[in-house]
């Protein structure tokens, strides 16, 4: 059963990583690459059960923490083109 | 036992089928907008259930409140992060492709009833 979960996760990794190749916008691989670091974390802890050892699931939610991090710099770094972007400077823009 | 089991191993079809549902929409769906709503599948239906039949095999354990933590990680920063995905495409003019643009049209009437005053 895990087998079967852990083989559909890996499908879909690789269409996710197919549309962060293809991806015409450079949104189009942020938000993939946002989606491979979800199936990441669902393959990490499928093969946790998998292995008998549940205890990978806490890289699991490091790796979440990190992936909503790094997927919100990047965006911030291509909507303004400095991670030190002072808000005040938009508003009296 | 058995009966969580045969229930446990739903859930985790179901999550795989959710899964690979959402990531084709991911390939084939035309925009980012588009894409954003099939990752959205991924996020909420394929985590959701994969995890809900990770704990029942877990039972009431450990493992179990660490994949609801999970849940709840999933369930918090999936909106967050396409909110802000669609506002920087917002803000770097991509427009969403509509067979039908409805807001462009209740404004052109609105001009039309003002007598070509802008609203």
């Known amino acids: 059963m895990f087998v079967a979960a852990a083989f559909a996760i890996l499908v879909a990794l690789a269409l996710a990583i197919t549309r962060a190749i293809k991806g015409p916008t450079v949104f189009d691989r942020v938000l993939a690459g946002n989606s491979v670091g979800t199936l990441a974390i669902m393959l990490l802890a499928v093969v946790g059960f ?3 050892r549940p205890e990978f699931l806490d890289i699991g939610l490091t790796y979440g923490l990190l992936n909503l991090i790094s997927t919100l710099a ?5 909507r303004h083109g400095d991670l030190a972007y002072d808000a005040d400077t938009e508003r009296q823009l | 036992m058995l009966i969580l089991d045969a229930v446990s191993w739903a859930c ?3 999550g795989s089928f959710f899964t690979v549902v959402g990531t084709f929409g991911l390939v084939r769906m035309p ?3 588009t894409r954003m709503h099939a990752a959205s599948v991924v996020d909420t239906l394929g985590v959701g259930f ?3 039949g990770m704990a029942i095999q877990a039972g009431f354990s450990l493992v179990a409140l660490k994949l609801g933590f999970l849940l709840a990680l999933f369930f918090f920063t999936g909106p967050v992060v396409t ?9 770097e003019n991509i427009q969403p492709v509509l067979s039908e643009d409805r807001r462009a049209r209740a404004r052109a009437e609105i001009i039309d009833e003002s007598g070509g005053r802008q609203p």
């Open chain 2, 83 to 91: 909110h802000a995905l669609a506002q920087a495409c917002l803000h």
């Open chain 1, 50 to 52: 998998l292995t008998g």
């Open chain 2, 50 to 52: 994969l995890i809900l």
């Open chain 1, 74 to 78: 990047v965006l911030k770094f291509f």
């Open chain 2, 12 to 14: 985790i079809v179901a």
């Open chain 2, 31 to 33: 925009d980012v907008f």
